[in-house]
């Protein structure tokens, strides 16, 4: 089983019992020791190359200001950790919070951070964006308001009261393999010479190992059999759930769809070991890179 952790969120206790403890949450909003994981507008607070966090002292108006309903994400060996959304402050505010603290985007430096930090970054990410963008009832268009420490939202209209959860999409990604050698495609919009293995997301009435055989038609023109199970990653850009698969193609003549591809080819193991001019492969964060990786190793 492929193992990419770096997104993985073992290193917290979750403590979902605690979050419908309403009042152990309204203690802890209160309490110095408490950390806050700012996010503003979709930007995470850094220190160097770790997290950098606030206290509820911190950050004028909290807990009361409507605009940054935190989010309960967990606990660890200091205390209790909460996102929060602080996107209506100046940038330089928290900027100011202390020497190096900068707002950088997530997907541009998570390599560059320990497992812990990219694990927690994205997490407090990934919940502030769901909030963000159901703040109406997607039923009947009313205004929504956080229930379980922010984990569940409730409409307000009492004819409707729809719950929504937190949101993650599946996506299968999948090595093609046939011959002794692996399919790597290009999308249009991808920076340099990256080649990557094919994705794309799981449909409603469909298993995981049947998106895989589609998404390999669709975009390659093969067909595949031996699909096999080889790990998950959570992927927060901006909410998915990647499961990483194995596939034996029945041929190698493609067929390649030129709306989802700039290209594909195939490539040997040596090949794959040094890299050809020009090509290069995904970053070490992602499931895709892992999978490759593997793949190489076991020829």
Known sequence: MVDVSHYRGDLIDRAGELRRDDSWIAARLRDPATRLVPVHRGRSLLRGKGAAFLAPGDV?????????????????????????????????????????????????????????????????????RWRHHHRHCGVCGHVTEAREAGHVRICTNDACRTLAFPRTDPAVIMVTEYADRCLLGRQKNWPGGLHSCLAGFVEPGESAEEAVVREVREESGLEVRDVRYHGTQPWPYPSSLMLGYFAIATHDNLVIDTEELAGARWFTRDELRSLPRGVELPRRDSIARALIDAWIAAG
């Open 60 to 128: 004028d108006g909290f807990p009361d200001d409507p605009r940054m309903e935190p989010i309960f994400l967990g606990i660890d060996e200091v205390g209790p950790l909460f996102a929060v959304d602080v996107s209506h402050l100046d940038e330089r505010v928290l900027s100011g919070q202390g020497e190096g603290c900068v707002l950088e985007e997530l997907y541009g430096i998570a390599t560059q951070l320990l497992r812990r930090d990219a694990s927690l970054l994205s997490h407090a990410a990934w919940l502030v």
